[in-house]
């Protein structure tokens, strides 16, 4: 058996759990050393010691299996959203969060489904030079997009609708804002929903202005993020329309409306006005000390319902006849208790019960037929 495996398949599940290699070591009765030496195929593990990995990653041996061609997210291709404080593990746990994805739209793509064609790689975009470029290519992508002037009313499924997969960041990664990659021949954005209706809009539209500027890019630095951030404010809120709405002074009650019209946050809405020269230095200051003393800096009170992906339900409501939660796990040779896990931002409660009972329903009959 040990023979068969690919290394990969380890450091993948390893990384998929949030184990270190220490973690894994203590798991399994081997020293940190001995894993490094498995994963980077100096030695093959025995039948015993691989079948003690498969019990601690939860998952069978069989999805240490070589599979061709499979090639994994590269971390350092990642563009984060996210505070430095965030563990290199978290980082790697939700990236491979992400290959397992990559995974399950292969499995759903040969179930027959067909997903959206990929629209972000033919928009002709260029090198900016100074941010009032980044305001001229946001514009552009939405007349390329077919778009108004007018709010987004949904940028998760107009994301989804461009061939961005989209898709939830697992609950223990959560301090991973979010990320995107290009991967699979495909743009994917990661979110981090559990975060307010505004923040998880506005990290979208960053995520989506790297994919469009930054692909040839070294990620992580302080331009790309600033050139990011400028994008999504100017992807959500274009200046020739959003100028003619704004307040030319600091008003509350003017940006609370603002805010539901445009659904972006008060500070990221006083900080458009700011970059395009309405409000002054003076203004924008006068307005975050207000918005702080009232406590909207952390807490932006009433919004609107938060915004889901639906690319999966929309693609298993398409099989669920079809297959099982059961049969789902089966294929990617994780249990059904962390597909569950995985899935469970990513489709509705009604579509996951569904399926697990269908499960549920093929188990009774197979031991109907035993007993027969």
């Excluded at 989209?166 to 609950?171: G, H, S, W």
């Excluded at 994008?231 to 709405?245: H, K, N, T």
């Amino acid at each position: 058996m040990s023979m068969l495996i690919d290394p990969e398949r380890i450091t993948y599940a390893r990384e998929l759990k949030g184990f270190s290699k220490k973690d894994l070591a203590q798991k399994v009765d081997k020293t940190p050393s001995a894993i490094s030496q498995i994963e980077k195929s100096i030695i093959r593990p025995d039948t015993e010691t691989l079948m003690r990995i498969s019990l601690a990653l939860s998952v069978p041996p069989s999805f240490f299996a070589k599979k061709e061609g499979r090639r994994y997210i590269n971390l350092g291709q990642c563009h984060f959203r996210s505070k430095r404080s965030v563990s290199q593990a978290k980082r790697k746990q939700s990236v491979r969060i992400g290959d397992f994805f990559i995974e399950f739209v292969d499995f759903l793509q040969q179930q027959g489904v067909v997903f959206p064609e990929e629209k972000v790689s033919g928009f002709q975009s260029f090198q900016p030079k100074s941010m009032e470029d980044i305001e001229i290519i946001a514009a552009e992508l939405r007349r390329f997009w077919g778009m108004s002037l007018g709010p987004i009313p949904n940028i998760t499924r107009l994301l989804e609708s461009k061939g961005i997969i989209v898709t939830p960041i697992y609950n223990s990664c959560i301090e991973v804002d979010a990320f995107s990659v290009w991967a699979g021949k495909r743009p994917w954005v990661m979110l981090a929903l559990g975060k307010t209706a505004s923040r998880a809009r506005f990290d979208a539209a960053h995520e989506l202005g790297h994919l469009v500027l930054h692909e040839e890019h070294t990620p992580g630095c302080s331009l790309t993020e600033n050139e990011a951030d400028r994008f999504a404010g100017a992807f959500l809120a274009p200046r020739d329309s959003f100028i003619l709405e704004c307040p030319r002074r600091w008003d509350y009650e003017a940006f609370e409306k603002l805010k539901h019209r445009w659904k972006m946050s008060i500070q990221a809405l006083v900080y458009r006005a700011y970059n395009l020269g309405v409000l002054s230095q003076h203004s924008l200051r006068k307005a975050f000390i207000s918005i702080s003393q009232s406590g909207q800096r952390k807490d932006e009170g009433t919004e609107w319902a938060k915004e889901q992906p639906t690319l999966f339900d929309q693609a298993l409501e398409l099989i669920c006849d079809k297959v099982s939660l059961s049969e789902i796990a089966s294929s990617l040779c994780v249990s059904k208790t962390d597909l569950i896990g995985y899935l469970n931002d990513a489709i509705s409660e009604d579509l996951l019960a569904r399926l697990d009972k269908k499960s549920e329903d093929q188990n009774g009959q197979l031991v109907f037929l035993r007993e027969s």
